[in-house]
């Protein structure tokens, strides 16, 4: 039987906990309809109580506002902790956006945990694990192929700690139609 350090054993456990809760009802938002889709869910795992007059919900995902962030809720770094879009009539797409942090300010951001690596699997059987820099601004994550995702799920497997918190936090994710848009037009 191999010994796991402490660190490694408290992560062991909080991802079999977040495995063995996954039974327990999601936390979602939905985006109504744009120019690309007729919604997408935004479902997160856990997420912050509210605070300070600060909600740290699955809408805030979904918002393109640095003042706000999604912020997951359990106890440790939020290894294991997922965010799950589900799309309506969406077309195909190949790419992710992701906004990093709670970048509401430098010091808000650092002070907070962000996600450093993430695993992406959708409903089509693509599966990406990729480093996510550390820095509030754009980033973007290609998938396999241009495909009609109908769901991603995202799950933190390693956090950048934060300076003061433990709370991991994320601005933004999404897909980029509009890129996958200008492909099929080329």
């Known amino acids: 039987m191999t010994r796991l350090s402490g660190r490694r054993r408290m992560i062991a456990l909080a991802v079999f906990c977040a495995t063995a809760g996954a039974a327990q009802a999601e936390i979602c938002a939905t985006l109504g309809p744009t120019q690309y889709v007729d919604s997408i869910q935004y479902c997160v795992s856990s997420a912050l109580a509210p605070q300070a007059g600060n909600d740290y919900g699955p809408d805030n995902l979904l918002d393109w506002d640095n003042r706000t962030a999604w912020c997951e809720g359990v106890r440790g770094y939020g290894e294991g902790q997922t965010i799950t879009l589900t799309f309506y009539g969406a077309p195909p797409f190949s790419r ?31 599966r990406v694990v990729t480093q996510l820099p550390d820095t509030p601004g754009e980033i973007y994550v290609d998938l396999p192929r241009l495909q009609y995702h109908r769901q991603v799920r995202i799950t933190v497997l390693d956090v950048y700690t934060g300076m003061k918190y433990a709370d991991t936090c994320l601005n933004f994710v999404g897909a980029d139609f509009e890129a996958s848009e200008q492909m099929l037009n080329q």
């Open 96 to 126: 992710l956006i992701f906004m990093n942090g709670y970048a509401k300010s430098e010091k808000v951001y650092f002070n907070n945990a962000r996600p450093r690596t993430v695993e992406i699997v959708t409903d089509t059987g693509s």
